[in-house]
């Protein structure tokens, strides 16, 4: 057998290997592992990695079904008895004239959220009987917050005082709760793949339609301004314009700077716009928009976007609740 040189070049000859070849040849092996591993994870729709990945929970599906809108009506249901159970009986935050009135309603809402919590169990899911998570954070905390509770300084602003006047403020947010729950029950119609379903969300959301009415005229006294907004309804045209509440437009006095100095001069705060119980010739599905609080160094009072639930605020099926 012929003896084999290191030198040889022949395609049988083993070769010994340099460190550069040892560097090369092992680059080339993680390399052709990472093209190896891609086209696999490729196949299975993944993103391919060389070495051990953790596993990743999936989210479940957010599925919207006739469950999903019956426990997301009766947490909104739920809410709102939450916030009225906070002011009623606070004469601090609601006029006594109007504790009557308010038990009313959260009795109301008491009874429509057992109609959506009997509904739901009845289409065969679990029934939901804590307030709406989203909403109550970013709407239901915040005002009840701003209108009873000091915001402190920060290094860019300065303090914010409890509100200016709370029974103007707690009136206003529960006519915007109450024209909420009408507009929620009208945009879930067109959701519910049940007929039965539709009837009993319209009437749910004639009621609280008819409670924002009533919040209203409560609200703005006048007449005929109280009743009907003559300036946006389509074909009325009175011989003579008529009276309305004026929005509350005041202005708000800045303290003296510490160490003394002149007060800075009044600013102008946040107009809140007056309220009529017939706003539109049809129920409106747009943001209902509250502001409640008094205004901070600029003037500013919390300005607020009530929107009927959609898919950030739904309680899906798989959602727990923490109540």
Not at 110 to 136: H, I, M, Q, R, Y
Not at 192 to 218: C, Q, S, Y
Not at 254 to 280: D, H, M, N, R, Y
Request: hydrophobic share 40%.
């Amino acid at each position: 057998m012929k003896p084999v040189s290191r030198h040889d070049t022949s395609n049988d000859a083993p070769r010994s290997a340099s460190r550069r070849d040892v560097l090369r040849i092992g680059g080339l092996s993680v390399a052709s592992a990472a093209v190896i591993s891609a086209c696999v994870e490729h196949v299975r729709g993944e993103v391919g990695r060389v070495g051990a990945v953790p596993t990743t929970a999936k989210l479940p599906d957010a599925i919207v079904t006739n469950v999903t809108l019956l426990r997301t009506a009766s947490s909104l249901e739920h809410s709102i008895v939450n916030v009225y159970d906070q002011i009623i009986g606070k004469s601090n935050l609601l006029d006594p004239k109007h504790n009557d009135m308010f038990t009313r309603f959260r009795d109301d809402h008491v009874s429509d959220a057992k109609v959506f919590e009997d509904l739901t169990t009845a289409a065969g899911g679990t029934a939901w009987t804590c307030g709406n998570p989203k909403l109550d954070d970013v709407i239901m905390n915040p005002v009840l917050n701003r209108v009873t509770k000091a915001t402190p300084a920060t290094t860019i602003s300065k303090a914010i005082q409890p509100s200016d006047d709370p029974h103007r403020d707690m009136l206003n947010f529960a006519h915007g709760l109450e024209s909420l729950g009408a507009a929620t029950q009208q945009a879930f119609v067109s959701m519910f793949t049940d007929p039965a379903l539709r009837a009993k969300a319209m009437t749910v959301g004639a009621r609280e339609a008819r409670h924002a009415a009533l919040l209203a005229l409560t609200i703005n006294p006048d007449r005929p301004g109280g009743l009907v907004n003559f300036t946006d309804a389509v074909n009325a045209e009175p011989a003579s314009p008529p009276t309305t509440v004026a929005p509350t437009t005041t202005t708000q006095n800045i303290a003296a700077p510490a160490g003394g100095g002149k007060p800075a001069p009044a600013v102008q705060l946040t107009e809140i716009p007056s309220l009529t119980a017939i706003p539109s010739q049809f129920g409106g599905l747009a943001a209902i928009q509250i502001v409640v609080g008094a205004g901070d160094e600029n003037g500013t009072r919390l300005k607020l976007n009530l929107e009927t639930p959609s898919l950030n605020s739904f309680v899906y099926e798989y959602v727990k609740p923490s109540c």
